[in-house]
């Protein structure tokens, strides 16, 4: 019977070590992050018409947690769930392999799948939070702060919106149970917020948007124009058809296609060039400068009878800034809920400024949540809306 003694001595080996692999599972990893949430995706799938629904419902809702509905999700999608935590972890640089030459067919599958792996990870967290595991909810909520960092690689618009998008929804599920913390947790969930790795800016994202300029610019340079004749009729019209057009505008059209000449595409990109790096210095300017420097910028007439600025459809940057200021000013309001907890009061919210005008939070109480800070953004946006963070879970529902 010797022959059955290498199985059990294994078997023994295997059970002892068991210990030992959880440990080392939990261990910052120093593998590219992007390959293990590859594994993440493959192991998600596609969540159903319901369960999207049903998710969606769950993070909005801010009154008792329905943790059958949570289970019935988190169960589905839980070894995904188990390798997106791994990928949080690690101590590399994220890199999704981008192929920037690539051009406008550059895919970025990897910014909604990772987008829905983090609401999934923010279901994770409200569960633990109504089952009182506190501990292990805000390390949840960590893992989706890292996450969302890493959503933001690559110097791309799309992704780094993404990001804010993440990092806007965690403020929002940290808010309603902020207020139920102890100090030291507080002060915890601080000091380990701040050692995270900052957030990527949109002024970073012209790096990436300048390779696409690029592309284009080999793009009409390497084809005939007369042979591309009705896609710049087109895209030089503000017609959706060159059909649409009268004799008059078709004519006054194919005068600007004559002028597509190679060296006039090759000014006009590098006169598109200069005009992003304006842009980017704008961006990294406060708000209130930056912005009107950027609506200046992205005006039609910013570069005068540049023909190619309107076929590279110029990413609206100060649009995408403001959602840059609007997390950076939800970030302020959850901070000063952690700083002050319980005793966050009308006093001490005004030593809090929203990141746009300067202007200091207000504070306020509500039938509905026990407290609201929020900033009036009317007076300088002229967007109309209010940015609120909402502290505590619903009372009434």
Same mark, same amino acid.
């Given at each position: 019977?010797?022959?059955?003694?290498?199985?059990?001595?294994?078997?023994?080996?295997?059970?002892?070590?068991?210990?030992?692999?959880?440990?080392?599972?939990?261990?910052?990893?120093?593998?590219?992050?992007?390959?293990?949430?590859?594994?993440?995706?493959?192991?998600?799938?596609?969540?159903?018409?319901?369960?999207?629904?049903?998710?969606?419902?769950?993070?909005?809702?801010?009154?008792?947690?329905?943790?059958?509905?949570?289970?019935?999700?988190?169960?589905?999608?839980?070894?995904?769930?188990?390798?997106?935590?791994?990928?949080?972890?690690?101590?590399?640089?994220?890199?999704?392999?981008?192929?920037?030459?690539?051009?406008?067919?550059?895919?970025?599958?990897?910014?909604?799948?990772?987008?829905?792996?983090?609401?999934?990870?923010?279901?994770?967290?409200?569960?633990?939070?109504?089952?009182?595991?506190?501990?292990?909810?805000?390390?949840?909520?960590?893992?989706?702060?890292?996450?969302?960092?890493?959503?933001?690689?690559?110097?791309?618009?799309?992704?780094?919106?993404?990001?804010?998008?993440?990092?806007?929804?965690?403020?929002?599920?940290?808010?309603?149970?902020?207020?139920?913390?102890?100090?030291?947790?507080?002060?915890?969930?601080?000091?380990?917020?701040?050692?995270?790795?900052?957030?990527?800016?949109?002024?970073?994202?012209?790096?990436?948007?300048?390779?696409?300029?690029?592309?284009?610019?080999?793009?009409?340079?390497?084809?005939?124009?007369? *042979? $591309?004749?009705?896609?710049?009729?087109?895209? +030089? !019209?503000?017609?959706?058809?060159?059909?649409?057009? =009268?004799?008059?505008? /078709?004519?006054?059209?194919?005068?600007?296609?004559?002028?597509?000449?190679?060296?006039?595409?090759?000014?006009?990109?590098?006169?598109?060039?200069?005009?992003?790096?304006?842009?980017?210095?704008?961006?990294?300017?406060?708000?209130?400068?930056?912005?009107?420097?950027?609506?200046?910028?992205?005006?039609?007439?910013?570069?005068?009878?540049?023909?190619?600025?309107?076929?590279?459809?110029?990413?609206?940057?100060?649009?995408?800034?403001?959602?840059?200021?609007?997390?950076?000013?939800?970030?302020?309001?959850?901070?000063?809920?952690?700083?002050?907890?319980?005793?966050?009061?009308?006093?001490?919210?005004?030593?809090?400024?929203?990141?746009?005008?300067?202007?200091?939070? *207000? $504070?306020?109480?509500?039938?509905?949540?026990? +407290? !609201?800070?929020?900033?009036?953004?009317?007076?300088? =946006?002229?967007?109309? /809306?209010?940015?609120?963070?909402?502290?505590?879970?619903?009372?009434?529902?």
């Amino acid at each position: 019977m010797d022959f059955l003694r290498p199985p059990i001595v294994l078997c023994l080996a295997l059970v002892f070590s068991m210990p030992l692999l959880s440990a080392e599972n939990d261990r910052p990893q120093t593998v590219n992050p992007a390959l293990i949430y590859w594994q993440a995706f493959s192991l998600m799938g596609e969540l159903s018409r319901d369960e999207s629904k049903t998710l969606n419902e769950l993070l909005n809702h801010r009154g008792v947690f329905d943790t059958t509905k949570s289970t019935a999700i988190l169960a589905t999608h839980n070894n995904a769930l188990k390798r997106f935590r791994k990928a949080t972890t690690s101590t590399s640089e994220c890199d999704w392999g981008l192929t920037y030459e690539d051009g406008p067919f550059l895919p970025l599958p990897h910014v909604t799948k990772l987008q829905m792996l983090c609401r999934l990870g923010l279901l994770k967290s409200k569960q633990l939070f109504s089952e009182q595991n506190t501990a292990e909810a805000i390390d949840w909520l960590f893992c989706v702060h890292h996450a969302a960092r890493h959503c933001g690689a690559g110097d791309l618009i799309i992704p780094i919106l993404g990001q804010f998008t993440i990092e806007q929804l965690i403020m929002h599920v940290a808010a309603a149970h902020v207020l139920d913390w102890n100090e030291s947790t507080r002060v915890e969930y601080l000091s380990r917020w701040n050692s995270l790795p900052p957030l990527h800016t949109v002024s970073s994202s012209v790096k990436g948007e300048l390779q696409y300029i690029d592309w284009l610019e080999n793009f009409w340079m390497e084809h005939d124009k007369n *042979t $591309l004749q009705p896609e710049l009729i087109e895209a +030089l !019209t503000n017609r959706g058809n060159a059909e649409e057009m =009268t004799a008059e505008e /078709k004519a006054a059209t194919e005068d600007k296609v004559t002028k597509c000449t190679p060296e006039n595409i090759k000014k006009w990109f590098q006169e598109i060039r200069e005009l992003y790096l304006k842009m980017q210095s704008a961006m990294n300017k406060p708000w209130r400068e930056g912005n009107a420097e950027l609506i200046a910028l992205q005006s039609e007439d910013s570069v005068e009878n540049n023909l190619m600025l309107r076929l590279s459809t110029p990413t609206p940057f100060h649009k995408v800034n403001d959602i840059s200021f609007k997390t950076a000013t939800y970030q302020t309001m959850l901070k000063a809920a952690l700083e002050h907890g319980s005793l966050l009061d009308e006093s001490n919210i005004k030593t809090y400024a929203d990141s746009f005008s300067g202007s200091p939070l *207000t $504070l306020k109480k509500s039938p509905d949540y026990s +407290l !609201t800070i929020s900033t009036d953004l009317n007076a300088f =946006t002229g967007a109309g /809306k209010k940015i609120e963070l909402r502290l505590g879970v619903s009372k009434n529902k």
